[in-house]
């Protein structure tokens, strides 16, 4: 079993920025990686950004290329987000998850591969 502590979430201003953290402690698993995603009400979840824990290869969504930043701390089993230059509409949930056999791309944005989700820290963005 694999839990998940994220922190970081809360209200910023159009502009700003917020990293978000997410740690991880459990059993260790292989071929796997983390990734983030966000929520908005009335919305369907949506695939943010992640990153292969083995070989450090990353993934954004097109809407939040050039803003935001994956990075990762072995030594601590945490995974950061990193966002700047924040707008209204990134106003969401964002859930932190480690992807079972996350070792690509496809498997890491696809919100039903399987994987052990956070409980979510919420973002808001005002204007």
């Known amino acids: 079993q694999v839990q998940l502590v994220e922190s970081g979430g809360g209200l910023v201003q159009a502009g700003g920025s917020l990293r978000l953290s997410c740690a991880a402690s459990?059993?260790?698993?292989?071929?796997?990686?983390v990734a983030w995603f966000r929520q908005a009400p009335g919305k369907e979840r949506e695939f943010v950004g992640g990153?292969?824990?083995?070989?450090?290869?990353?993934d954004y969504a097109d809407s939040v290329k050039g803003r935001v930043t994956i990075s990762r701390d072995n030594a601590k089993n945490t995974m950061y987000l990193e966002m700047n230059s924040l707008k209204p509409e990134d106003t969401a949930v964002y859930y932190c998850k480690v992807v079972i056999r996350g070792s690509s791309r496809g498997v890491l944005a696809d919100t039903n591969a399987v994987g052990y989700w956070g409980q979510g820290t919420q973002v808001t963005v005002s204007s």
């Open positions: 990153i292969t824990w083995i070989g450090g290869i990353t």
């Open positions: 459990g059993r260790t698993l292989s071929n796997y990686g």
